[in-house]
């Protein structure tokens, strides 16, 4: 009985490390598992987690500089394995990424190409720090994420392929499509302040709800729902219920800086408004509400006495 109660304590001090959001939690072994890190062993994390496990950020700031070095250049360093970040939102007392480095995602060529997936979520990255792809890759997903610039940054380095670049709730400072080759982009409810390059020739882009200032003349793709700053003519990207903030004001009647409403009720813009990346800060909480098909609590700790056994459940909010 003592040593139940022992685990029993153990797992509530889990659960309440959690709930508080304070350091980093591993997530491994497909979801049964969790480690726990202070925030000065993000290096140790990487090192630990498995391809595709997910790695929970508290609230606060987390320096990326003691992650190991891209090519041996002290000024990048390197995510080695394709992981899902998910922190508690990019917005002032979320999670903030910080360190004078540029952040490679590298991972092994000869990984399955079905399991190079990165998803970066809730994490407000350093704004003139880029974060690029090294290595082929299957998705790359940002969402509730505030950055200086996602692009491959160095025209020397080689272009790397992502099949399928999804972002939402996002704010970029630069965002280029180009330079990932990317086949498939699905952008909505994102402010950009500079968009670059469309996907290749044989990709598709498609925005929606968006807030672009400039666009360069090589986009290619669809834009929906948009409000947008610069004259986007001459440019390959098609626009569809789109209005141009400096000479549509008087067919928008919201503030035509961030969102807009027209007389029909239909919505231009990002529906944040100016920081569309504060919809969801998202926690690792578990959720500890009866189940009402169960009974029991969503997040439990069972002990079978009879088979020795300790049977431990968390579920997230949201789950």
Not at 148 to 160: A, L, M, P, R, V
Request: glycine share 8%; hydrophobic share 30%; net charge negative.
């Amino acid at each position: 009985m003592k040593h139940f109660l022992t685990l029993f304590a153990t797992i509530i001090m889990v659960m309440t490390a959690m709930a508080q959001n304070a350091g980093i939690v591993l997530s491994y072994n497909k979801g049964s598992e969790l480690k726990f890190y202070s925030y000065d062993q993000l290096h140790k994390v990487i090192e630990d987690a498995e391809v595709n496990d997910t790695v929970y950020f508290g609230s606060g700031t987390i320096d990326i500089s003691v992650l190991p070095t891209y090519n041996n250049n002290y000024q990048w360093c390197q995510i080695n394995k394709p992981l899902t970040f998910i922190g508690a939102g990019a917005q002032e007392g979320g999670t903030k990424l910080s360190g004078n480095k540029y952040i490679f995602l590298n991972i092994d060529p000869s990984l399955d190409h079905m399991k190079k997936v990165f998803s970066f979520e809730g994490i407000e990255f350093p704004s003139d720090r880029r974060i690029m792809p090294s290595s082929d890759l299957r998705d790359l997903k940002f969402v509730n994420v505030k950055s200086g610039y996602i692009d491959k940054g160095n025209s020397q380095e080689k272009t790397f392929v992502v099949d399928n670049l999804i972002i939402d709730r996002c704010s970029f400072y630069q965002l280029s499509l180009k330079n990932f080759s990317t086949k498939k982009a699905t952008i909505n409810n994102t402010k950009i302040a500079v968009l670059e390059g469309g996907c290749d020739s044989s990709g598709v882009a498609t925005l929606e709800h968006c807030s672009i200032s400039r666009i360069s003349s090589d986009v290619i793709g669809l834009i929906k729902y948009s409000l947008y700053e610069t004259d986007f003519s001459g440019t390959q990207c098609v626009l569809e219920n789109c209005f141009r903030i400096n000479s549509d004001l008087d067919r928008v009647d919201d503030n035509p800086s961030s969102l807009g409403k027209c007389d029909d009720g239909t919505v231009y813009g990002t529906l944040g408004g100016q920081t569309p990346y504060t919809l969801f800060p998202q926690y690792p909480t578990p959720d500890t509400s009866i189940d009402s098909n169960t009974g029991k609590p969503k997040s439990y700790v069972e002990y079978d006495s009879l088979n020795k056994k300790l049977t431990i459940t968390v579920k997230r909010i949201g789950e």
